[in-house]
């Protein structure tokens, strides 16, 4: 099993949606990142969280340390929120590097 | 900078031959992480370093990886011998100071090898 478990694999959304994607994690972490992956390939980071709640724009991000689970929300989706989003997370035992979910591809259709 | 700079964009090498890929952290960032994406969306650590120094190299296949950051000079990542499992993306990130901080990635290098 991963350490860094993400659902949906893939999800497809009409324009305006709310959108969820889930994160679970078994490992200890000092933070959590959620980060983009645009079709061409370059990623951005989007949060890091170690506790509560984060809002940048449309993006909602959360996190529940005792249960070890994570969410991001996107408000009123749109076309250009289509990429892979991806939950990554910082171990306490991992020397900062990253443990990487699998990822999920999000299509927003028009 | 205030981008991490990665080249070559794309690579091509036939089995077993050499390939170098370089590396530009962000001015100030004392970290630098290598990872590689295969199959989309694995990703895989590879190696960090805290300034000049390896961090953590426990994901590194130590036969034919190598890696280097050296002063003044782009950070380094260099496979002897390829093979075609090594054709993936390597991603090269940096950040700055403190456990978990976020780490800012390059664009990627491609490697492929036929």
């Known amino acids: 099993k991963n350490e860094v478990e993400q659902s949906p694999q893939n999800l497809t959304a009409q324009e305006g949606e709310f959108i969820t994607i889930n994160c679970s994690y078994s490992?200890?972490?000092?933070?959590l990142h959620w980060l983009q992956q645009h079709p061409g390939g370059g990623i951005v980071s989007l949060f890091m969280?170690?506790?509560g709640k984060k809002k940048h724009g449309r993006l909602i991000a959360t996190i529940n340390i005792q249960e070890k689970h994570s969410s991001l929300h996107i408000t009123a989706s749109h076309p250009r929120d289509s990429a892979v989003y991806i939950c990554a997370v910082s171990p306490i035992q991992g020397a900062q590097k990253l443990v990487f979910g699998q990822g999920t591809r999000l299509t927003i259709n028009p | 900078g205030e981008e991490v700079a990665q080249t070559p964009k794309h690579l091509v090498r036939g089995e077993g031959q050499k390939a170098k890929l370089y590396c530009a952290p962000i001015k100030g960032h004392s970290y630098v992480f290598w990872y590689q994406q295969v199959l989309k969306n694995e990703f895989k650590f590879l190696i960090s370093?805290?300034?000049?120094?390896?961090?953590?190299e426990t994901g590194m296949p130590k036969e034919r990886f190598s890696a280097k950051c050296l002063p003044n000079s782009p950070c380094s990542l260099e496979i002897q011998a390829t093979k075609l499992e090594d054709s993936a993306v390597y991603f090269c990130?940096?950040?700055?100071?403190?456990?978990?901080?976020?780490?800012?990635f390059g664009p990627g290098t491609r490697l492929l090898v036929l």
């Open positions: 990130a940096s950040s700055q100071f403190r456990v978990g901080e976020t780490q800012y």
């Open positions: 370093f805290q300034n000049e120094n390896v961090f953590d």
């Open positions: 969280l170690s506790s």
């Open positions: 490992v200890g972490i000092s933070a």
